[in-house]
């Protein structure tokens, strides 16, 4: 999931807008967690310490140095604790990633992670559950009338509206990377699923793509990540896609934090039950 360092230090920028000189003196630094764990799949963490504000600008570049390198995390399934290892990955946003195959996750099962602290930060907890994934049937690609090259894709699923269940959908085009950008208005309810059971799968957006179309182009390869969450988690990518369209609109700026769920920190931890799909853009004769 391509939520890297320098979108998160864009997030908590955007939470201290509405402070005051003094609110900013005060803020203390913390940890900034991006984790999760599939069913079928490894827990996967990015760490990396929060951005002071400051009225000097900051390149992306300059905030590799935010990433946090040699921290201890843990995590724990009930029945055993496996500690995560960290290592550069440039298939990955920042290029640093928390992981282990000495522990899979098992959809209905609880994880509870630990980051434990270095001293200047306090150890935080989160734990989470896997929900059982659910399938999309199948898949309908349609030409956009106004181009000759782009195409719309949908996805069919036959999901009973009650009880409530949540999803959140994520596409990669990109086969030199493992992180997934959170498809643009991907996150929804069982029951906002029209009766149909068509929902749109669109391109992955991110606040510095200027130019952005939510279609994939003829001759693409899609890999879409159908992602079942909990409660928390809808909240979370729900707010994250309203940051993300008024993030860019000068008469309403985004001064919201993003929801968190753990204590002493930012960011998420999330169990998923996934499913992922190979969707080749291609019109049939």
């Known amino acids: 999931m391509r939520i890297s360092c320098c979108v998160f230090a864009f997030l908590l920028l955007l939470a201290f807008q509405s402070c005051t000189t003094n609110d ?4 203390q ?21 929060s951005v002071p504000v400051t009225t000097e600008y900051q390149s992306t570049e300059s905030l590799d140095k935010y990433v946090a390198r040699w921290e201890r ?23 640093y990633i928390y ?16 980051v434990h602290g270095d001293g200047r930060f306090p150890d935080i907890t989160a734990t989470t559950t896997i929900p059982e994934p659910q399938a999309i049937d199948s898949f309908r690609i349609a030409r956009v009338s106004s181009s000759d090259t782009l195409c719309q894709l949908f996805a069919y699923m036959s999901i009973p509206k009650e009880p409530v269940t949540y999803y959140k959908l994520f596409a990669q085009t990109d086969t030199n990377s493992q992180d997934f950008l959170s498809s643009y208005l991907g996150v929804f309810r069982s029951d906002m699923i029209p009766a149909d059971g068509c929902i749109a799968v669109h391109r992955g957006k991110t606040n510095l793509v200027k130019e952005y179309t939510p279609y994939f182009a003829l001759g693409d390869t899609v890999t879409v990540r159908f992602a079942r969450i909990d409660s928390m988690a809808y909240e979370y990518w729900r707010k994250y896609e309203d940051m993300l369209m008024l993030s860019r609109n000068p008469l309403f700026p985004a001064t919201v934090s993003m929801p968190h769920s753990i204590n002493d920190a930012y960011g998420f931890w999330q169990g998923m039950g996934t499913r992922y799909y190979m969707v080749p853009i291609r019109l049939s004769k």
């Open 24 to 27: 900013l003196d005060n803020l």
């Open 73 to 95: 995390i843990t995590v724990n399934d009930g029945e055993k604790t496996v500690t995560l290892t960290g290592s550069m990955d440039r298939r990955y946003t920042p290029p």
């Open 99 to 114: 992981t282990t195959t000495d522990m899979k996750g098992v959809a209905g099962r609880s994880y509870t992670m630990t």
């Open 29 to 49: 630094p913390s940890y900034v967690v991006e984790g999760w764990i599939e069913s079928d799949g490894y827990p996967m963490v990015k760490l990396t310490r």
